[in-house]
């Protein structure tokens, strides 16, 4: 199976979005990892700290990429550097991420840069991404193709309204993102969603139309993905129209609670 679905037990989500993520790293002596930054992985880098700080796991040899950045102010509080100072920083031995400068004088060539950083280490073994309610990865919006490049890309109106409500009046209008071509040549992704407001566009992701309207459903054709829901994210999916898509989804998860996340 190309795609391995996998819906966490309640309260489980951090802990089972570090076991793939663990996983997809293992067997790499040096991965070169894209970091997703939101709401969505704060779980998952809290556990991941805990295991650190207790023996269990170790990312001191990984090579770590942001995978966006908001075109606004460097080093904003919003900003996916502080993001990252925040949570991956606080790692013991987890090496500086790799990041965008978003105020660059000329974006071509900082996007230029920034590719040719990560095609000198090898371009991603692992990528992890959160999906926007969209159907975005990174700054993907829809419409992006399959083939795009690392590049300054316009955001949705979706995409900054959710961003508002951290940037308010200074919500970027642009940001820097890898392209679906470099993310998808990613040898392992692990997508993550939990919330009952992202169930539908999972949905649309794992059992809709494969194509640009929607970035995320390109995912289909990657050869080693794996998708870590918690029970509201994989609400959209109990239908058995994700069967349709030629998507295994474990049957026996229980119905959502109605709880947890917005
Ligand atoms: P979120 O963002 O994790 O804050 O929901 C995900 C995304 O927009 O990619």
């Known amino acids: 199976m190309a795609l391995e679905v996998r819906v966490c037990e309640p ?11 663990l996983e997809a790293a ?3 002596r040096a991965p070169v990892v894209g970091l997703a930054t939101g709401n969505t992985p704060l779980a998952l880098y809290d556990a ?14 990984w090579r770590p990429f942001a995978i966006d950045e ?23 031995g987890a090496r500086p991420v790799l990041q965008f400068e978003p105020q660059a004088a000329d974006p071509a060539a900082e996007a230029a840069r920034f590719r040719a950083a990560l095609a000198a280490a090898g371009g991603l073994d692992v990528v992890l991404l959160g999906i926007g309610r969209n159907g ?29 409500a951290c940037w308010g009046e200074l919500t970027p209008r642009s940001g820097y993102t890898l392209g679906l071509g470099e993310i998808l ?22 059992a809709g139309p494969i194509g640009p309207e929607c970035p995320a459903s390109f995912l289909r054709e990657h050869p080693a993905a794996v998708v870590v829901l918690d029970v509201a994210a994989a ?5 058995g129209s994700a069967q349709a898509g030629g998507i295994a989804v474990p049957g026996d998860f229980p119905p959502a609670d109605g709880g947890g996340h917005p």
């Open 11 to 21: 309260g489980g989500f951090g802990d089972a979005a570090a076991d793939a993520l």
């Open 26 to 28: 293992s067997g790499v």
């Open 48 to 61: 991941l700290a805990r295991r650190v700080q207790q023996g269990e796991a170790a990312v001191s040899a």
């Open 70 to 92: 908001y075109g606004g102010a460097r080093g904003h509080p919003c900003s996916n550097r502080s993001y990252f100072a925040r949570h991956w920083d606080s790692i013991p």
């Open 136 to 164: 975005h990865f990174a700054f993907n919006e829809p419409g992006s193709a399959r083939d795009s490049v690392t590049r300054l890309a316009d955001l949705a109106p979706e995409t900054r309204a959710a961003a508002s």
């Open 185 to 206: 040549a990613a040898r392992r992704v692990v997508l993550l969603a939990d919330g009952h407001a992202k169930a539908a566009i999972v949905a649309r992701a794992l």
């Open 235 to 239: 609400a959209g999916l109990r239908s």
